[in-house]
């Protein structure tokens, strides 16, 4: 199949996709949607000019990019797209469905005059900076490469709106657990180990496992810190795994145990799974899952954590493969919008090309298309953005409308119907 038919095939898909996210919303709406959808994966960025080239309107760039950055300042975008992509991801959702929560950050380093810049920690740069932070939650299956996007959102704690962190962590973790009715195990790193956050997740029946801290206190034999308890906890087994070290593979031996716990003020019994061997302070994870002490039980704990490490690659190809970072938007509602409409694109090139069976052949070839200069990498989601990008560039981009939805039933409101 020559690269134009696959062109259609996959603006077809786009098209789909966005009238199926945008269902019941205004039509003005749907198509910045569409728009949106399309122009960020044809050029592999978020900058309106771009996306605008991408469009190839019959008038000059600078007034599509004057409109795109008008409707992206609809102040009920974030909401209407947010909450449909989670309604769509959530169907996903199963009872043992990982549900992977990531704090992340967008670093500005040379802008001043974006609105509500708030100081971030530059992770690459390993320095403090200018910025926002982002909140992700992605869905993912302990022996499955398959992501799937549910909640994406930027903010700034220097913003009219913004309460705290824990707000923030709180809202997102009701949103997600109340529209996929509390399935799924949810992952966290030490950012996550807070009593605030314990308290709220115990309180609402939610399962969970965590990195903790090892000043964390905890009542095992005594009271005392996480790393204490650590110490004494009897290892039951050990595991080999083989990790990367500055490009080598290098097999690691690991001591693998669990001991019951209790958080102060706290009376459900929680497990301790403590893995030696990672490094000098060992790995350790608080849950409140069902635990047997037997090798299948504990290291399902485990790898169920190490699933969230190739979360954190997701996160770094959002960033990357869509240049999130060179965003020039100046204000903070259309900031925002672009967020969970980046999400949305995020939810398209992992589920939508990823799991569909009649998708199947043309995801192939768009991992074919990417042109890389040690081919095909073994993160897949870097290939098909690549092959996007690759088959869309340059060739007529013509959307058109977006074919008619399917009537919705009279009992049904519309999602902008106050």
């Known amino acids: 199949m020559d690269c134009a038919r696959?062109?259609?095939?996959?603006?077809?898909?786009?098209?789909e996709f966005s009238g199926e996210l945008s269902r019941g919303l205004p039509k003005v709406v749907s198509r910045l949607v569409r728009e949106m959808i399309y122009g960020i994966q044809a050029r592999q960025s978020v900058r309106l000019t771009e996306v605008s080239r991408a469009l190839d309107e019959p008038i000059r760039i600078k007034k599509t990019v004057s409109r795109l950055s008008r409707q992206l300042g609809n102040?009920?975008?974030?909401?209407?797209?947010?909450?449909r992509m989670l309604e769509l991801a959530a169907e996903r959702i199963k009872e043992a469905t990982l549900l992977i929560l990531d704090l992340s950050d967008v670093h500005k380093k040379y802008a001043k005059k974006m609105e509500h810049l708030a100081p971030v920690w530059d992770g690459s740069e390993k320095e403090k900076g200018w910025g926002y932070w982002t909140l992700n939650i992605i869905g993912?299956?302990?022996?499955?490469?398959?992501?799937?996007?549910?909640?994406?959102?930027?903010?700034?704690?220097?913003?009219?709106?913004?309460?705290?962190?824990?707000?923030?962590?709180?809202?997102?973790?009701?949103?997600?657990?109340?529209?996929?009715?509390?399935?799924?195990?949810?992952?966290?790193?030490?950012?996550?180990?807070?009593?605030?956050?314990?308290?709220y997740l115990l309180h609402n029946n939610l399962r969970f496992i965590v990195r903790v801290r090892g000043d964390r206190m905890v009542l095992a034999d005594r009271k005392e810190t996480v790393l204490e308890a650590a110490a004494s906890c009897p290892m039951l087994f050990h595991e080999y795994v083989t990790k990367e070290v500055l490009g080598k593979e290098k097999l690691l031996r690991l001591e693998v145990g669990a001991r019951r716990v209790l958080l102060p003020g706290q009376t459900e019994k929680l497990h301790l799974v403590v893995v030696k061997g990672f490094g000098q302070e060992p790995l350790m994870l608080l849950t409140n899952l069902e635990?047997?002490?037997?090798?299948?039980?504990?290291?399902?704990?485990?790898?169920?954590?190490?699933?969230?490490?190739?979360?954190?690659?997701?996160?770094?190809?959002?960033?990357?493969?869509?240049?999130?970072?060179?965003v020039r938007l100046l204000t903070y509602e259309r900031l925002r919008n672009l967020m969970v409409l980046l999400t949305a694109v995020l939810y398209f090139t992992a589920v939508t090309l990823g799991i569909k069976m009649k998708l199947r052949v043309l995801s192939k070839h768009l991992v074919r298309a990417a042109r890389r200069v040690f081919g095909v990498p073994d993160f897949r989601l870097y290939a098909i953005a690549d092959g996007i990008k690759?088959?869309?560039?340059?060739?007529?981009?013509?959307?058109?409308?977006?074919?008619?939805?399917?009537?919705?039933?009279p009992s049904q409101r519309l999602l902008f119907e106050s």
């Open 6 to 15: 696959i062109a259609q095939k996959l603006r077809a898909q786009i098209i």
């Open 75 to 83: 102040r009920r975008l974030e909401t209407w797209i947010g909450n």
């Open 140 to 199: 993912a299956e302990t022996n499955s490469a398959q992501i799937l996007p549910l909640y994406g959102r930027l903010f700034s704690q220097r913003a009219p709106d913004f309460e705290s962190e824990n707000v923030e962590l709180r809202a997102a973790i009701g949103q997600v657990s109340q529209t996929t009715h509390k399935r799924g195990i949810w992952v966290m790193d030490r950012g996550g180990d807070r009593g605030y956050l314990y308290r």
């Open 291 to 326: 635990l047997k002490k037997t090798r299948k039980s504990i290291w399902h704990i485990v790898s169920s954590y190490m699933t969230r490490w190739r979360i954190e690659e997701t996160i770094r190809f959002m960033k990357q493969s869509y240049q999130l970072e060179d």
């Open 390 to 409: 690759h088959i869309l560039f340059n060739r007529s981009t013509k959307l058109g409308l977006s074919p008619r939805p399917p009537a919705l039933p």
